[in-house]
């Protein structure tokens, strides 16, 4: 009996859940793109410069960021650390009638474009280069995919921020 009510609080204490989601307020993430470590499986940062709901989660060779169509004109740095990443910003509620963005890297050799653009009737389009002026049917969610040309040559791997109005 002693050893049951000895062995209880450690069970308690083994079961307690750590929380996987991190939280970070820092306005660099705007500015200066976030390093991805390779044990990254799944980051969510809640807020990106003081905006709420930009959101940013790592699944394997995709970073995702979604942000909602009122936060628009904005900034994001970001960065690839390996050569098939890809750069998925997906915009929630967009209403406009036209998106406009524009890629800049830190290095201007560096292979990078919007490769393409999912629109809100599921329909894709593509492939653009580091500027896109795109007219939009309907509202919905938007999505803009950037990542490698593998019609050109180049290290993908880098800092870039994606400007969209």
Not at 21 to 48: F, L, M, Y
Not at 93 to 117: A, D, L, S, V, Y
Request: with cysteine.
């Amino acid at each position: 009996m002693k050893k049951l009510i000895m062995l209880i609080p450690i069970l308690l204490f083994s079961c307690n859940k750590t929380e996987s989601v991190k939280i970070s307020t820092s306005k660099a993430d705007t500015v200066a793109p976030n390093p991805i470590s390779e044990d990254d499986s799944a980051k969510v940062i809640g807020t990106a410069g003081g905006r709420q709901g930009m959101m940013r989660e790592v699944e394997g060779n995709k970073i995702i960021r979604t942000a909602d169509a009122q936060q628009i004109p904005f900034s994001i740095g970001e960065e690839f650390t390996k050569e098939d990443q890809q750069f998925i910003l997906k915009i929630k509620n967009f209403k406009g009638q036209n998106i406009t963005g524009e890629i800049t890297p830190e290095k201007p050799e560096m292979n990078i474009r919007f490769n393409q653009i999912k629109l809100p009737d599921g329909s894709f389009d593509g492939p653009f280069g580091r500027q896109i002026n795109y007219a939009i049917k309907g509202g919905g969610e938007l999505w803009l995919i950037i990542g490698q040309s593998n019609m050109a040559s180049g290290d993908v791997k880098g800092n870039f921020s994606v400007e969209i109005r």
